[in-house]
């Protein structure tokens, strides 16, 4: 059974930074490996993908994100952060950790439906 804990969010002015964590605990995946990734829900819109990594440390980041937000891997803690600088009110939201196992081929997907466990959800906050 795969739990993920998250901690870290809070309310923050707009150019501020946060990081979140997200422990997990138990197997993701023993074949193809896993990956895991950070995905937000603002209010009124789908849940989307902020950044994925896989077991090998490869990264993925939606578009918007354009360099200000680093997902990073602690493969033996099994731990996932998710560093966010110059906070944009546009970033207030919900967010989620998520993990699933890796396809076949390599690649961590940024769509939500391929990860089967997720966090708690955590609130961030940004004020203008």
């Known amino acids: 059974q795969v739990q993920l804990v998250q901690s870290g969010g809070g309310s923050v002015p707009a150019g501020a930074s946060l990081r979140l964590s997200c422990d997990a605990t138990?197997?993701?995946?023993?074949?193809?490996?896993?990956?895991m990734g950070w995905f937000r829900q603002i209010t009124g819109k789908q849940r989307g993908a902020v950044g994925v990594v896989d077991n090998d440390g490869a990264r993925r980041y939606a578009d918007h994100i354009e360099g200000r937000f680093t997902v990073s891997r602690d493969t033996a803690k099994n731990t996932l952060l998710l560093q966010m600088d110059s906070l944009e009110p546009e970033d207030t939201a919900v967010y989620y950790c998520?993990?699933?196992?890796?396809?076949?081929?390599?690649?961590?997907?940024?769509?939500?439906?391929?990860?089967?466990?997720w966090g708690q959800g955590t609130q961030v906050t940004v004020s203008s």
């Open positions: 138990g197997t993701i995946s023993t074949g193809t490996g896993s990956c």
């Open positions: 998520a993990a699933g196992v890796r396809p076949y081929g390599g690649i961590c997907t940024l769509t939500q439906y391929a990860y089967d466990y």
